[in-house]
């Protein structure tokens, strides 16, 4: 069961319950490119797509242990970038996010190999305005992967 709360001053948490599947088991990123910092995947992207001057806050994302080890930040309102220090913890978040889609809409992703691009428009995690990106344009630029988890 996929638990989401909005929490003050935009921030967004999303939790995944004990009894939620998790998404197909991710295939390798080693081909997929890295970046040493969000800083650094902040520029790419922001580069490529257009990405509000003042963002919201970042989603906190948890999972079956807590809070998973991530620095993010907006790209809109709906769109958000994600940069890890372990690929554990990328592909935990992943699939907590990717839990987000269901009957209610599809999650998009642009993924590098320690990062990815996410766009939660269609599944409606507490925003009214939701403001979809195509981050399949993320893919030649920048070497992304680009998934639809539905």
């Not at 939620?20 to 797509?49: K, M």
């Not at 509000?52 to 906190?60: G, K, M, Q, Y």
């Not at 599944?123 to 992304?144: H, K, Y």
């Amino acid at each position: 069961m996929l638990l989401k709360n909005r929490i003050a001053a935009g921030t967004f948490v999303l939790l995944i319950g004990a009894s939620s599947g998790c998404a197909a088991a991710q295939p390798s990123t080693d081909d997929l490119p890295s970046f040493s910092s969000l800083e650094d995947a902040r520029q790419a992207v922001a580069n490529q797509l257009d990405c509000l001057e003042d963002p919201p806050s970042p989603t906190a994302v948890m999972g079956s242990t807590g809070r998973i080890p991530a620095e993010s930040v907006k790209c809109t309102q709906t769109v958000e970038i994600l940069y890890f220090e372990s690929a554990e913890a990328r592909d935990e978040a992943y699939n907590v996010m990717g839990d987000a889609a269901g009957s209610e809409g599809s999650v998009y992703f642009a993924e590098g190999r320690n990062w990815f691009v996410v766009d939660f428009s269609e599944v409606g995690v507490g925003t009214t305005d939701p403001e979809p990106l195509d981050l399949s344009a993320l893919s030649e630029p920048l070497g992304t992967r680009f998934t639809e988890v539905k």
